[in-house]
């Protein structure tokens, strides 16, 4: 008679248990249900880079002086700058200049320490090829201007994803609460 109770309040004690964790479970899938989409549909939406981020970067061939600061700065040596002293005007003239994205870092220190400003940071961040050579811009590719995405009617921009943090930090929270009170 004892074992046969004994086994009982084990058998109940499972079920109840098992019963806690199926619950659980299906708590967890609603929350997923209520929840905010996580990714956008790239290539049909865009997100607006932030103000300051760091994409491809501008190059303008007029403004360079040739003093090679941003190859000095550079922590891989990158920038190749390729000028001739010119002995009539005593002054270096920057015949070619390139940067070659398959490698650039953008750590931005060519930005920061060019004395001409004639480098800048885009948002530009679409830099997928094919052949990673082409990655190599030379200063017609750096002197493109950026393709915005806010000028680009053929897709929808998303400005920034702050309140998909905050609605799943909600849910967490949601979350923690609900199963705190199955335990
Ligand atoms: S630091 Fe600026 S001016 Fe000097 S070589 Fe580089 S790009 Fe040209
Ligand atoms: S962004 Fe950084 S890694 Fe790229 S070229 Fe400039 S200094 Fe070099």
Not at 41 to 46: I, L, V
Not at 78 to 105: A, H, M, R, T
Not at 121 to 137: F, V
Request: with cysteine; net charge neutral; glycine share 4%.
């Amino acid at each position: 008679m004892f074992t046969m109770l004994n086994k009982l309040q084990n058998y109940s004690e499972q079920a109840i248990q098992a019963a806690r964790y199926i619950g659980q479970g299906f708590i967890v899938t609603l929350d997923h249900m209520n929840r905010l989409p996580i990714t956008i549909q790239y290539p049909y939406e865009k997100l607006i880079p932030s103000e300051r981020f760091r994409g491809r970067i501008h190059f303008e061939f007029d403004k360079c002086i040739a003093c090679e600061v941003c190859v000095r700065v550079c922590p891989i040596n990158l920038p190749v700058v390729d000028w001739e002293f010119k002995k009539k005007l005593k002054k270096k003239q920057l015949k070619n200049y390139s940067i070659d994205f398959g490698v650039c870092i953008f750590c931005g220190n060519c930005v920061e320490y060019c004395p001409t400003n004639c480098l800048s940071m885009t948002e530009e961040y679409e830099l997928s090829i094919y052949d990673r050579h082409d990655l190599n811009y030379d200063q017609i590719a750096l002197g493109r201007l950026p393709i915005s995405v806010i000028e680009d009617s053929t897709i929808q921009t998303i400005s920034n994803l702050n309140y998909l943090f905050e609605g799943n930090i909600k849910s967490y929270s949601n979350l923690k609460n609900i199963t705190n009170f199955l335990d």
